[in-house]
């Protein structure tokens, strides 16, 4: 991330990436489904509209991002929108020190920030697992240790089961017997290639019918 520390100095959050969009979403309509992937690279790079044909889903990834981030630019970039899901997908970079070293305990209340300010505002929060990473590009693999990525992936699973957010297993799915990333699922051993985005995207489709604002059960706020 070397390239982006000018940027971080005036601008941490990158709430410049999307903050001229903003005008183009009006308030949802009452019956719209207005959902937000909100995320890093593995969401940057995920096109939307391919896999979700119809949706008009909301893209707010932002490559290289860590949770701290994403707390600043949350309710610029989702907050805002008023959707009724937003779609979380982090923790790959926290654990890889994008921006500086951050304990496994702090990455873990930022997940509960975000997803305490989800619910806040009538906002189905789906929390979805850190994906696995394999060998092909050495410092991507060495700098996510799989016993870090179980241990904040056990941590989102046991958090939606006690606050009633909804889990999205992307790591079994992906993962080959060893935790490794399935090699044909990726070209660089981290961000999804097709094949990789065609594996996540009917898990995140049956999460978004499974949220509780889908079933009426969580009324959203003005």
Known sequence: MRAKVGLYVTDFGELGRFRAAISAFTRPRPDEQRVVFFGDSITDGWNL??????????????????TSQMLLRFRQDV????????????G?????????????ADIARNYATLSEL???????CVLCSITPVNGTVPELFESRPLQHILALN?????????TGDTYVDYFAAMADPSG??????????????H?????????????IQQAPISRGEVAHQA
């Not at 907050?79 to 982090?90: D, G, M, S, W």
């Open 195 to 207: 094949a990789g985005y065609a594996v996540m995207a009917p898990l995140a489709a049956n999460a």
């Open 180 to 193: 490794r990333l399935r090699q044909e699922l990726s070209e660089d051993g981290l961000h999804p290639n």
């Open 49 to 66: 509209d391919r896999y979700f044909p119809g949706k008009r889903y909301i893209n707010r990834g932002i490559a290289g991002h860590t």
């Open 79 to 90: 907050l805002e929108l008023r959707p009724k899901v937003v779609l979380i997908l982090a």
């Open 92 to 104: 790959t970079n926290d654990i890889a020190g994008n921006t500086g070293p951050i304990s496994l």
């Open 118 to 124: 989800a619910r806040a505002h009538g906002i189905a």
């Open 154 to 162: 056990t941590w989102l699973r046991d958090h939606c089961a006690a």
